[in-house]
């Protein structure tokens, strides 16, 4: 959580002590859900402890393929505040893991107060999706 508030240049110390306080704790047992194709993208998570897999239908006979591992520090599930739609992976615990978790109306509550700041975060999120994409595209690049 650090990590990410040095990042967006969160020097703001109101808006640090009320961004923390609206996340909350999730603990995932290793080999459970966090979240699955399809559910309500209703909050983003920060993974603290543990790490998390990936899953993505492969159309193939309800076939699923992992494509990402996610260590401690990183963000999954940031397209829940970035715009409204349903998951379109599955997220399993690899092991017992330890999350904060951030909902969308939450986010959106923080806005109002500390737009500035929410923007910051929202770009971001924003870099963290474009990485990702451009990852994506390189990882199929090689395969075609």
Known sequence: MERFLTRIGL????????????????KVVGGDILFN?????????????GHLAVHKYTGFLEK??????????????ECAILQQHKRS???????DSK????TK??????????????NA???????IVSLRLEKTSERLARIL
């Open 64 to 77: 699923t393929q992992v494509i990402a591992l996610i260590d401690p520090g990183a963000i999954v599930g």
């Open 99 to 102: 999350l904060l978790c951030l």
């Open 105 to 118: 109306n939450n986010f959106v509550k923080f806005q109002e107060a500390f737009p500035e700041v929410a």
């Open 89 to 95: 992976t599955r997220v399993t615990a690899i092991q």
């Open 121 to 127: 975060i929202l770009q971001y999120l924003l870099s």
């Open 11 to 26: 020097s703001d110390e109101n808006a640090s002590h009320e961004l923390v306080s609206l996340f909350t704790e999730k």
């Open 37 to 49: 194709y399809n559910d309500p993208a209703e909050e983003l998570f920060f993974l603290i402890e």
